[in-house]
């Protein structure tokens, strides 16, 4: 990605999932942001053409436009309130949570919270789960046992771009929690 994509995607999602008065700006309930409005408001300089370009060569589909191209809004990653209109969907059994190993004792003691967002954020492979992680320090894959928290009542959802989303992770329905001692250590007397 260029600089100039790079700088703009960061914008959007700033924008778009956490600060739209920073510019000014109001979403409407469902997260969607006029796009003229934007362009006009932005303290970044994009137009028309650069927020497509944005939009359609974000790697995780970060965005989506409304069919009558008018509005943008984020898929998923809101700190703001905002109502997605997601139906809540049945997960595969094992879905995965990238974070890093300082968070673990936390983690183990309360479960999983979205902390700033409004969703805890898992992926269905453990690649994506991975990269995640790698953005908070040194990476731990966590299990979550999905379905099997779906049966028991937790409501999941699917954001537009893959990304699955659920209010919170009990530490019972958690893998993971205790990355195994490395052999060379486990024998050292
Ligand atoms: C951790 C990115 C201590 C949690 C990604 C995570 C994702 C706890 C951090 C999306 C905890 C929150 C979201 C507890 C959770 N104690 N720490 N009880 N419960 N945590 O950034 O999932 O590239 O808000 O493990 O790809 O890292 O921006 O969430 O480490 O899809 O498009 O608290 O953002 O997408 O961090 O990332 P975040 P996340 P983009």
């Known amino acids: 990605m260029t600089q100039s994509l790079t700088t703009a995607s960061k914008f959007l999602s700033y924008i778009l999932r956490h600060k739209p008065d920073a510019i000014g700006l109001t979403l409407d309930p469902e997260g969607w942001a006029n796009i003229q409005e934007l362009i006009a408001k932005a303290d970044i300089t994009i137009d028309l053409e650069l927020l497509h370009e944005v939009v359609n060569t974000s790697d995780k589909k970060r965005f989506a436009i409304s069919n009558d191209g008018l509005y943008i809004r984020a898929n998923q990653g809101h700190s703001i309130e905002v109502d997605l209109g997601l139906e809540p969907v049945e997960p595969p059994e094992f879905l995965y949570h990238g974070t890093a190993d300082r968070f673990l004792d936390s983690i183990k003691n309360n479960g999983l919270y979205p902390q700033n967002r409004q969703y805890v954020h898992l992926s269905?492979?453990?690649d994506t789960a991975n990269k995640v992680g790698q953005r908070h320090g040194k990476p731990v894959i966590l299990t979550i046992h999905a379905l099997q928290m779906h049966q028991k009542g937790h409501e999941f959802f699917q954001a537009q771009n893959g990304v699955w989303l659920t209010k919170s992770v009990p530490?019972?329905?958690?893998?993971?929690?205790?990355p195994k001692v490395p052999y060379q250590t486990r024998h050292q007397s």
């Not at 530490?171 to 205790?178: D, F, H, R, V, Y």
Request: glycine share 10%; aromatic share 0%.
């Open 124 to 126: 269905a492979d453990t």
């Open 171 to 178: 530490t019972e329905a958690i893998s993971g929690l205790n």
